[in-house]
T-cell receptor, first 112, second 112 residues
Framework: DAEITQSPRHKITETGRQVTLACHQTWNHNNMFWYRQDLGHGLRLIHYSYGVQDTNKGEVSDGYSVSRSNTEDLPLTLESAASSQTSVYFC???????????FGPGTRLTVT | KQEVTQIPAALSVPEGENLVLNCSFTDSAIYNLQWFRQDPGKGLTSLLLIQSSQREQTSGRLNASLDKSSGRSTLYIAASQPGDSATYLCAVRPFNTDKLIFGTGTRLQVFP
């Protein structure tokens, strides 16, 4: 079955370190997204991509970057991790027809 | 700026009750509205997607309605079961953007 996976599921890192969170989908969706979920803020969009070599900033993109070298993967990089980036991160992809978004299981990141 | 509100924030009911969860949004210029379920520590599962031209969608015991002019959607759960216990999120997709704007959710507990 087609799916969307994220790794690692849990990560603890130190302030200032570079961290990369992986997202892989097997639906062959062109459109992929990264969100973070925080208490009191709900889910907020970090970055998104409409296809290979395409990346766009969302509403909370500072301190994050993405790259899209193939259809299946959209890794999220925290250039220099900060405590404010402690959160749960979700990757999603969507169909081009109905625009329905499908989410991965999430990565819980703790920055100490 | 589009804002999405979900009321109530939490709900606890006995098994068998019919439930209504509410979602309101401030700007009616939306492309679609999507309802999700989130289990503790897990990702989001898409339940129903309503396009802006539609009034309702049904899947099993779930029925979602959309009144775009009044900025409201309701999720109706018939004959609730303990397995329905989860957080329910609604999200709207405004026109001319691929961004989903999420509400902060309704945490539902159904007890036997």
């Amino acid at each position: 079955d087609a799916e969307i996976t994220q790794s690692p599921r849990h990560k603890i890192t130190e302030t200032g370190r570079q961290v990369t969170l992986a997202c892989h989908q097997t639906w062959n969706h062109n459109n992929m997204f990264w969100y973070r979920q925080d208490l009191g803020h709900g889910l907020r969009l970090i970055h998104y991509s409409y296809g290979v070599q395409d990346t766009n900033k969302g509403e909370v993109s500072d301190g994050y970057s993405v790259s899209r070298s193939n259809t299946e993967d959209l890794p999220l990089t925290l250039e220099s991790a900060a405590s404010s980036q402690t959160s749960v991160y979700f990757c999603a992809s969507r169909t081009s027809g109905t625009y329905e978004q499908y989410f991965g299981p999430g990565t819980r990141l703790t920055v100490t | 700026k589009q804002e999405v509100t979900q009321i109530p924030a939490a709900l606890s009911v006995p098994e068998g009750e019919n439930l209504v969860l509410n979602c309101s949004f401030t700007d009616s210029a939306i492309y679609n509205l999507q309802w999700f379920r989130q289990d503790p520590g897990k990702g989001l599962t898409s339940l129903l997607l309503i396009q802006s031209s539609q009034r309702e969608q049904t899947s099993g015991r779930l029925n979602a309605s959309l009144d775009k002019s009044s900025g409201r959607s309701t999720l109706y759960i018939a004959a609730s079961q303990p397995g329905d216990s989860a957080t329910y999120l609604c999200a709207v997709r405004p026109f001319n953007t691929d961004k989903l704007i999420f509400g902060t959710g309704t945490r539902l507990q159904v007890f036997p």
